[in-house]
């Protein structure tokens, strides 16, 4: 999936895009959305939070490269796979 790049405000794109990040494990777990940690989203005029994101990044790939396993998540054939069952649920209250 490398052939896919993302844009990044603060480095070149890459082939992933950070969103959330998950923190701790059992019942101490915590999942942290990426622009929640950073001081603003301002990259341009702000280096502080510029370097917060590119150490996200980092952190982020590392992770990734050491992970056990890896889930890719087709969000939208979920979706669509959801509303077809909806729909299939719902056939026999119209009739």
């Not at 896919?4 to 992933?16: D, G, Q, R």
């Not at 942290?32 to 510029?50: I, R, W, Y």
């Not at 370097?51 to 992770?63: F, S, T």
Request: overall charge negative; glycine content about 4%.
């Amino acid at each position: 999936m490398d052939g896919v790049k993302i844009h990044s405000p603060v480095s070149e794109p890459l082939s992933f895009n950070p969103e959330f990040r998950i923190e701790g494990r059992g019942a101490h777990v915590q999942i942290l959305a990426v622009h929640e940690e950073l001081d603003d989203c301002d990259f341009h005029t702000n280096p502080v939070s510029a370097a917060q994101l590119r150490a996200l990044q980092h952190a982020y790939a590392a992770a990734r490269e050491n992970a056990v396993t890896r889930v890719r998540i087709n969000m939208s054939l979920a979706i669509r796979n959801a509303f077809d069952m909806a729909y299939d649920l719902r056939q026999p209250l119209a009739a």
